[in-house]
């Protein structure tokens, strides 16, 4: 399984990251500037991974993960 990060987005704004943890840890490591620089690269990299889909299917695509985590609680 591929561990890559998902970028949430609202209106076409980036507005959170969600990453695995061990990325998370090593990230908290890093100077400011080299945060800055790899947060650079992954939001371009989620930009080309990520143009074939929609705000539309987006959208669905988290309802629909929504619904099933609210059903797991």
Do not use: C, G, W
């Amino acid at each position: 399984m591929k561990k890559s990060p998902h970028i949430l987005t609202r209106k076409s704004r980036p507005e959170a990251v969600l990453l695995p943890y061990d990325e998370y840890l090593r990230l908290a490591a890093l100077s400011t500037s080299e945060i800055t620089e790899r947060f650079s690269k992954v939001i371009a990299r989620m930009q080309v991974v990520n143009a074939q889909y929609n705000d539309e299917e987006i959208e669905h695509d988290l309802r629909e993960a929504t619904k099933v985590v609210r059903k797991a609680k």
